[in-house]
């Protein structure tokens, strides 16, 4: 072999090398933006359960990181907050001390919001101009950072709907705001597996629709489950299997017209939750005996017998947080489970493709 053959092959290995180092530093990251939200949920999901959400009556983007420092400040945050009708009609009694225990879920929210924006910008910002970052994942990673500034936004215009006339926010956009962190959390889980190593287990034709078909119905039971807690639907109908004594509940359509019953009638939307969590269980059981008949001990059968677990155990949360009537610890529990059963189908899609492009094949363009 000639010297310049071992002069370009050592190259090629450097580079290769270079890559794989660069793509394990990036996971890294990622994994920690992706911890970061899943936290975020949670407390979002406690703000929501504690019923704090509307305890910081004012959106400062910046200044807001500073909580109240003296008594002075904190009468001043109270006197916004008995302004609004949830205080008027359904806080009354509230004293001082009662409304810190709010104030502080809800400012711990929107910190760790913030914090997330410093914890994406500041990373990708040194991995991109330190030529860390492959082209094709530039644009979808700013991407991600503008979705998640535009994400605060949505915060507020939620927050913005429970000042003036209601008592409580929409839950058209509580849902709309749970969905799109989803598919920040989402988004961040499929370039994490994208980047890391897969196996060499060929995925049977159409794997990947219906592991795309999934993580679809993962994230609508997400959406569900969104609008039964801004309806506050999950604290009536607490037995299981039946519903108000039946399979099939009367009064799934009494409002009208009817399409409203799905979004704004607590008992509509409760048993759709429950038809969607069926549907789920139906369709994840379908997927590990598909996968075990179609590509018997592979990875991605495995895999799909992994998440068919996972759903199961979701299920069960989901019936223990019905028989409990919402017991936080539970609830909350139930809604960490949602985000890991839809991490996981995520992630099973993206395995399904393969690692693209190899580090080889980045080394060689590059």
Request: glycine fraction near 8%; charge should be positive.
């Amino acid at each position: 072999m000639s010297t310049a053959n071992i002069a370009t092959e050592a190259n090629l290995a450097a580079a290769i090398e270079k890559t794989e180092r660069n793509r394990k530093a990036i996971r890294i990251w990622l994994g920690i933006v992706v911890f970061a939200l899943f936290c975020l949920v949670l407390v979002g999901g406690a703000t929501r359960l504690t019923n704090s959400g509307l305890s910081i009556t004012e959106w400062k983007p910046i200044h807001g990181v500073i909580p109240p420092l003296n008594a002075a400040e904190w009468e001043e945050e109270f006197k916004l907050y008995q302004r609004i009708p949830e205080y008027q009609l359904l806080n009354q009694d509230m004293t001082l001390d009662g409304f810190k225990s709010i104030f502080w879920w809800e400012w711990a929210h929107r910190l760790l919001a913030r914090s997330i924006g410093v914890i994406f910008l500041l990373p990708f910002l040194f991995f991109l101009f330190t030529g860390r970052i492959e082209r094709r994942l530039r644009a979808p990673l700013a991407g991600l950072f503008l979705l998640g500034g535009f994400q605060g936004f949505v915060g507020w215009w939620m927050v913005s709907s429970g000042l003036a006339v209601r008592t409580d926010v929409s839950q058209y956009r509580l849902a709309t705001h749970l969905v799109i962190a989803c598919l920040i959390f989402s988004a961040c889980v499929w370039i994490m597996r994208a980047l890391s190593l897969h196996s060499a287990d060929r995925a049977p034709d159409g794997a990947g629709r219906f592991a795309a078909i999934v993580a679809c119905l993962s994230l609508f039971q997400i959406y569900l489950g969104a609008l039964v807690a801004g309806l506050d639907a999950g604290f009536s109908y607490n037995t299981w299997p039946l519903m108000d004594g039946s399979l099939i509940p009367g009064g799934l359509f009494v409002q009208h017209p009817a399409w409203i019953n799905l979004f704004e009638n607590p008992k509509t939307v409760q048993f759709v939750h429950r038809c969607g969590a069926y549907l789920l269980f139906a369709v994840a059981l379908w997927q590990m005996v598909w996968f075990a008949k179609k590509a018997p001990g592979t990875t991605h059968a495995r895999r799909a017998a992994v998440f068919f677990g996972l759903v199961t155990i979701q299920a069960a949360l989901g019936v223990a947080t019905l028989l409990t009537q919402v017991d936080l610890h539970t609830a909350l529990t139930h809604q960490g489970g949602a985000l890991i059963v839809l991490g996981f189908a995520v992630a099973h899609w993206r395995g399904i493709y393969g690692e693209y492009p190899r580090p080889i094949e980045v080394a060689v363009r590059d």
